[in-house]
């Protein structure tokens, strides 16, 4: 199996070359050449089997050069050592009839990129091993909260790897500060940087392209490298989930209830292109539903074909879906375009050059035909929180809560009686004063002093325990404490990675 660029500018390459690159040199993503289909009776006699097991029928085709070993190896020590909070690692939560969630957010962080971030730093490891490289791999990340603690929980302990993580000094919330400091993985770094997040975003892109800094890496051992979410690698992690949802939908529903659709709350188009591939694998899907917020580029790019990012940014209550360039959604254009490099190639030039693109016809049509697309206000999203939990005693986050929104408005719209299936994104604690502020229909609050508190009265409120990976963060040992400026950060690096 080997991987193209969707802008036809590089050679194939091996699966473990695609994620050690992360994305191609001169611009496009690595896409696989085929997509396998999976024999889905020999998935079905799995029923019943660990997450793991699924998990590896689904991810090998795609890994040509990988030992089925150690494809197994890296799926049992990401999901079977105990990082995962529930058996089931992403279990099927009944609503209604007909209703469900898939719950991705039982992991270390509380999200549901701990799916991906928790198996890929094994398949980097055993990349940096088949390519017999010396050199120590630094993962450099800047965030504005969430992805750092993520990639520190993926990445910390792993062989042959460092990650560190650069945040805005008094820019992130202090669950998330605390949750970053107080890793205690010996591989891991955490810097706060005084400047807001895109001035530590900007000012990590810059070491990326320090060719002193890297020089002077390259002699003592290190070579930078990212973390991407449109590295191969954090994708393909997250097709074997909805093989597993299909296969507790049949426990739950009997083995008739196919096929069914897919909500997906979307940002980056990751996740949801992780759904497209498991359909076009086999998986029985009706429909996909591309769910966002009040920064409706998708919604508006598969109702008119035109990708327009020239808009207002709006802030929102489901942060992580406030996104107007979705950079995944390059894949699924070059898919539907029939492996078309070119014309895949200009569009996202346009994107470039102009922040907008327009498909033609016969690519919105294939389009039209894949996905359904909606979105959701705040005061929807606010509504979809306090009804559910009202009707159902269940807690939704903001991100879950704006695909929930969606999928009524398009049941009402369409009667379509197929079952679905809602993927939950985040843990109702993770994003508490919202989600409080619904139940208690109040305005969504100002970032609040003592997010603890929140956290407890949510607790109190819903009867549900607070999630681990949040819990008693408070009374953790600090592991990290440098305080640094811009220009320092070059240089803090260099000691971080010979202290460590
Ligand atoms: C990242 C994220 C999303 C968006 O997922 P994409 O793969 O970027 O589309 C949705 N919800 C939560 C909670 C997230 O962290």
């Known amino acids: 199996?080997?991987?193209?660029?969707?802008?036809?500018?590089?050679?194939?390459?091996?699966?473990?070359?695609?994620?050690?690159?992360?994305?191609?040199?001169?611009?496009?993503?690595?896409?696989?050449?085929?997509?396998?289909?999976?024999?889905?009776?020999?998935?079905?006699?799995?029923?019943?089997?660990?997450?793991?097991?699924?998990?590896?029928?689904?991810?090998?085709?795609?890994?040509?050069?990988?030992?089925?070993?150690?494809?197994?190896?890296?799926?049992?020590?990401?999901?079977?050592?105990?990082?995962?909070?529930?058996?089931l690692i992403a279990p099927l939560h009944r609503l209604d009839d007909g209703l469900y969630l898939l719950e991705l957010w039982h992991g270390p962080t509380a999200a549901f990129k701990d799916m991906a971030l928790q198996l890929m730093p094994h398949l980097l490891s055993r990349a940096l091993a088949k390519e017999n490289r010396r050199d120590e791999l630094v993962i450099l990340v800047a965030t504005s909260g969430d992805t750092g603690k993520a990639a520190l929980e993926g990445f910390g302990n792993i062989p042959g790897i460092r990650v560190i993580v650069f945040y805005p000094y008094g820019g992130v919330?202090?669950?998330?500060?605390?949750?970053?400091?107080?890793?205690?993985?010996?591989?891991?770094?955490?810097?706060?940087?005084?400047?807001?997040?895109?001035?530590?975003?900007?000012?990590?892109?810059?070491?990326?392209?320090?060719?002193?800094?890297?020089?002077?890496?390259?002699?003592?051992?290190?070579?930078?490298?990212?973390?991407?979410?449109?590295?191969?690698?954090?994708?393909?992690?997250?097709?074997?989930?909805?093989?597993?949802?299909?296969?507790?939908?049949?426990?739950?529903?009997?083995?008739?209830a196919c096929p069914f659709n897919i909500v997906v709350p979307t940002g980056n188009f990751g996740n949801i292109l992780a759904a497209w591939y498991a359909w076009q694998m086999g998986l029985p899907v009706k429909k996909l539903l591309c769910a966002s917020n009040e920064n409706k580029v998708l919604t508006d790019f598969f109702h008119s074909g035109l990708y327009d990012s020239n808009r207002e940014f709006r802030r929102t209550s489901s942060p992580s879906m406030d996104i107007l360039i979705s950079g995944n959604l390059e894949r699924l254009l070059f898919a539907v375009?029939?492996?078309?490099?070119?014309?895949?190639?200009?569009?996202?030039?346009?994107?470039?050059?102009?922040?907008?693109?327009q498909v033609d016809a016969k690519t919105r049509r294939a389009l039209d035909g894949l996905i359904y697309a909606g979105w959701a206000g705040e005061k929807e999203t606010m509504a979809a929180i306090r009804e559910t939990f009202a009707r159902y005693n269940y807690l939704l986050d903001t991100h879950t809560a704006v695909a929930l929104s969606v999928y009524h408005r398009y049941k009402e719209a369409t009667a379509d009686p197929a079952p679905a299936i809602i993927a939950a994104t985040a843990s109702p604690f993770k994003f508490s004063a919202s989600v409080l502020a619904a139940l208690k229909e109040e305005d969504p609050p100002q970032r609040q002093a003592d997010e603890f508190s929140l956290l407890e009265e949510l607790s109190r409120l819903s009867g549900m325990p607070i999630h681990p990976a949040l819990r008693d963060l408070q009374h953790k040992p600090v592991h990290h404490r440098t305080v640094c400026a811009r220009a320092e950060m070059g240089s803090v690096l260099l000691e971080l990675l010979e202290k460590q």
């Open 1 to 87: 199996m080997l991987y193209l660029s969707t802008r036809g500018n590089y050679d194939p390459v091996s699966a473990s070359t695609a994620i050690l690159l992360g994305m191609v040199p001169s611009g496009g993503l690595f896409v696989p050449e085929t997509i396998p289909l999976l024999d889905t009776e020999r998935l079905l006699a799995l029923q019943g089997r660990g997450y793991t097991e699924v998990a590896q029928q689904v991810i090998a085709p795609y890994l040509g050069d990988y030992e089925e070993e150690e494809i197994a190896g890296a799926l049992a020590r990401a999901y079977n050592h105990g990082r995962f909070s529930h058996p």
């Open 173 to 256: 919330s202090r669950i998330q500060e605390l949750q970053m400091t107080t890793t205690s993985a010996a591989n891991t770094g955490v810097v706060a940087v005084r400047g807001n997040f895109d001035d530590c975003q900007s000012a990590v892109k810059a070491l990326f392209a320090d060719r002193d800094l890297k020089e002077e890496l390259r002699r003592k051992g290190f070579s930078l490298s990212s973390a991407n979410s449109i590295n191969w690698g954090r994708l393909l992690p997250q097709v074997a989930y909805y093989f597993w949802a299909w296969l507790q939908l049949r426990e739950k529903e009997g083995p008739d």
């Open 337 to 357: 375009s029939g492996n078309d490099a070119g014309r895949t190639r200009g569009w996202m030039e346009s994107l470039g050059g102009t922040g907008a693109f």
